[in-house]
């Protein structure tokens, strides 16, 4: 599914959290750069690639704190940032974008943070154990009904659709996007069923209703 998009998130998420985990003076550094921005500093998590869905909590970590740590990226150079990094903020070296205009690149972040979150809303409702049985059909038909929705309503999330809406992006770049979101939401709907095993979901809470 990530492999759709123009932008690596996945790596550039995982190449951030490594950056840091054991070096003190990267994370002092770090922290000057919040300090900077007048944040509250933030660790980065920590995103395996082999749960696919804990992408959505590393990456919204990420563009919470996206200016400090573009900031820290920046001033370590190009010989020195990850080539993935570096890729998404080389052009912003003279003149860092802000929150309020994110680059094309950058809306790529946004735009995957979006349509993750559907996906996270529906995960926890199917791994709490207040969620019964005959409630999975439901959960599941609701999510399925909301992603055809998003797919329908050129659904972009509220980054990207300003961007079109100022026009900042290039024709070319507002096509690419409307080619990729819909290839995006229905590919990952379908891994989605194949990742949550639902069946057994079920069986583990009917025995829970069981005698």
Not at 20 to 31: I, S
Not at 92 to 99: A, G
């Amino acid at each position: 599914m990530m492999e759709m998009l123009p932008v690596d998130v996945d790596n550039i998420v995982l190449k951030t959290f490594s950056e840091f985990p054991h070096a003190a003076k990267k994370r002092q550094d770090l922290k000057e750069c919040f300090e900077f921005y007048e944040s509250k500093f933030k660790e980065v998590l920590r995103h395996v690639p082999t749960r696919w869905l804990s992408l959505f909590k590393a990456l919204d970590r990420v563009l919470s704190s996206w200016g400090p740590l573009k900031k820290y990226f920046l001033e370590l150079g190009v010989n020195n940032c990850s080539p993935a990094i570096w890729a998404i903020i080389k052009d912003q070296k003279d003149n860092p974008t802000t929150e309020t205009n994110p680059t094309y690149t950058e809306l790529y972040l946004y735009f995957t943070h979006n349509f993750m979150a559907s996906f996270q809303e529906v995960l926890l409702l199917l791994e709490n154990n207040d969620t019964l049985a005959f409630s999975l059909h439901s959960i599941m038909t609701q999510f399925r009904d909301t992603i055809v929705k998003k797919i329908y309503d050129e659904h972009f999330g509220m980054k990207v659709r300003m961007a079109m809406n100022k026009k900042y992006l290039s024709d070319e770049e507002t096509q690419e996007f409307k080619k990729t979101r819909p290839d995006c939401l229905s590919t990952s709907c379908c891994l989605f069923g194949k990742v949550v095993p639902v069946r057994k979901l079920g069986v583990q809470k009917l025995q829970l209703l069981g005698p």
